[in-house]
């Protein structure tokens, strides 16, 4: 397995342009996780789905950040409007949820910058 | 609301003495702690970890403690060595998965 896949690796886009993210998780994982990278507040959880159903949002910052997940094998996270301040480098994991936890593989990340 | 802490930004040894790195959680809900090791440029990697019915799990080189009571935990690694040089994240578990704003530990040769 290549491991989740995360594109584009690099975004740079003007204020107030949407961006979209995209991952592709691990086959025959069944949770995803979109987090993003801050100096202040490390890996910060944005999002986590289960099954292909959000289960806890209460990290995405603001009306502006959407995500979906519409099968198994892909999940995008979107801005619109983009803003400076959500510059910032973001990150998609996923990991089997079974009875039992096991760890959450990363992707490279998409580094987000926004002029 | 940062459920998981890591208070040390930064942490400096010498090559082959002990690293210790530190971390402290408030949900006492969480039963599975992680931690992960990232390069720049790149995506945490997993490292160890522990369920909560343990209080130690070992893997060579490190070795991951659990205090329940205290809501604590550390990573041991001995000895250290120059490529161990990375940003240290903590992580916990209960349904999704909260992290630590990380450690820098730097080995020194």
């Known amino acids: 397995d290549a491991g989740v896949i995360q594109s584009p690796r690099h975004e740079v886009t003007e204020m107030g342009q949407e961006v979209t993210l995209r991952c592709k998780p691990i086959?025959?994982?069944?949770?995803l996780f979109w987090y993003r990278q801050t100096m202040m507040r490390g890996l910060e959880l944005l999002i986590y789905f289960n099954n292909n159903v959000p289960i806890d949002d209460s990290g995405m910052p603001e009306d502006r950040f959407s995500a979906k997940m519409p099968n198994a094998s892909f999940s995008t996270l979107k801005i619109q409007p983009s803003e400076p301040r959500d510059s910032a480098v973001y990150f998609c994991?996923?990991?089997?949820?079974?009875?039992?936890?096991?760890?959450?593989?990363f992707g490279q990340g998409t580094r987000l910058t926004v002029v | 609301d940062q459920q998981v802490k890591q208070n040390s930004p930064s942490l400096s040894v010498q090559e082959g003495r002990i690293s210790i790195l530190n971390c402290d959680y408030t949900?006492?809900?969480?039963?599975?702690f992680l931690w992960y090791k990232k390069y720049p440029a790149e995506g945490p990697t997993f490292l160890i970890s522990?369920?909560?019915?343990?209080d130690k799990n070992e893997d060579g080189r490190f070795t991951v403690f659990l205090n329940k009571s205290a809501k604590h935990l550390s990573l041991h690694i001995v000895p250290s060595q120059p490529g161990d040089s990375a940003v240290y994240f903590c992580?916990?578990?209960?349904?999704?998965?909260?992290f630590g704003a990380g450690t820098r530990l730097t080995v020194k040769p």
């Open positions: 949900n006492s809900m969480f039963d599975y």
């Open positions: 994991a996923s990991s089997f949820q079974g009875t039992m936890n096991t760890e959450a593989f």
């Open positions: 992580a916990a578990r209960h349904v999704d998965m909260r």
């Open positions: 522990i369920s909560s019915i343990k």
């Open positions: 086959s025959g994982h069944n949770s």
